[in-house]
């Protein structure tokens, strides 16, 4: 065979058309990468927010044993014990986050069909244009700083809305849009992003734990949020190992924890935190999320002396 002849032969196979039967790619799939594009993405930035909210929700937890003038240590939580308790909270949020992302991402599909898929081209028209992109970037960040200006400052609102914009603008404006540069500059943009959200709402969760805390200690009550960040809203008669009877005249203890062979209590009627020797110390009539009556305080004794 000549070279000629292989040569038209490669020229005919290449210029073949595909078979009817043969599939083909969608213009979907072309344009986003399909599913798995999808998820990539997601799981990109889904990461880093569970890895940085669960790094601050340790500094929530020293924070809100911190109200009871202990540390989570003097109350028996460690890493492991810390990390025991918090999985579950974490399960439960990626529970609720992924039916959440789900009708999210219908609810654009929906919008985007009704627009006659102008909503993807905005979406896409923006995503083109770098100094926009970037400064929708830049004002997030800025803006996942409002749980720390929450719990360390007391600005009113109007003035934490000027520093985050402030912030996002003269120190993320310009990085972003240098990153943007490159595709390993958008995944650095990307991650930067998902880290920085997660410690937004870590302070965010911060501030609410710490209220609770204070909610604790004036009801005597938890709520909802510290159950399911493992706090223990346990409570105790407690009696002396001796002779089995009632000390500090029968009242309930909440017992906060116990380390190196001592529990710690909280004294509700007189707004102080204690510790005793386990050996010398029964427990009696142990209850979990005692209801109370409406309108209960703490500190009736408090309030007498």
């Known amino acids: 065979m000549s070279t000629d002849q292989v040569a038209v032969e ?23 990468g399909g599913v ?15 890895v940085t909210l ?21 109350a028996g939580i ?12 974490l399960i439960l949020m990626l529970l609720i986050l992924i039916p959440t992302l789900g009708l999210l991402v219908g609810l654009f599909w929906v919008a985007d069909r009704i627009t006659r898929g102008a909503l993807g081209r905005l979406i896409e028209a923006v995503r083109r244009r770098p100094w926009v992109a970037a400064l929708l970037a830049a004002l997030w960040c ?6 720390l200006f929450t719990l360390f400052g007391d600005l009113d609102l109007f003035v934490m809305v000027v520093v985050a914009v402030g912030l996002g603008v003269l120190t993320f404006l310009v990085p972003f849009r240098l990153l943007r540069r490159k ?9 930067l992003l998902g880290a920085l959200t997660g410690v937004g709402l870590g302070f965010l969760l911060i501030l609410a734990m710490v209220q609770g805390a204070l909610q604790v200690q004036e009801t005597g009550q938890a709520n909802d949020l510290l159950t399911y960040v493992g706090f223990q809203d346990q409570w105790a008669i407690i009696k002396n190992a001796e002779d089995d009877k009632p000390l500090y005249d029968g009242r309930w203890m909440m017992l906060l924890g116990e ?18 020797p386990m050996e010398t110390t029964n427990l009696a009539s142990i209850q979990l999320d005692p209801e109370r009556e409406k309108g209960f305080t703490c ?5 007498r002396q």
């Open 183 to 191: 595709p390993v500059g958008r995944a650095a943009t990307k991650v």
């Open 78 to 89: 460690d890493q492991s014990v810390l990390l025991g308790r918090l999985m579950g909270t």
């Open 142 to 147: 800025g803006a996942t700083y409002w749980g």
């Open 259 to 276: 380390s190196d062979g001592t529990y710690v209590f909280y004294d509700c009627d007189k707004y102080e935190t204690f510790r005793r």
């Open 36 to 50: 798995l594009y999808l998820l990539e993405r997601i799981g990109s930035v889904i990461v880093p927010i569970g």
């Open 10 to 32: 490669r020229t005919t196979a290449t210029h073949m058309p595909p078979e009817s039967g043969a599939p083909s790619p969608s213009s979907d799939e072309e344009s986003n």
């Open 299 to 303: 500190g009736s004794l408090a309030e």
């Open 54 to 74: 669960y790094a601050v929700l340790y500094l929530g937890v020293e924070a809100m044993y911190q109200v009871f003038g202990i540390s989570p240590q003097q």
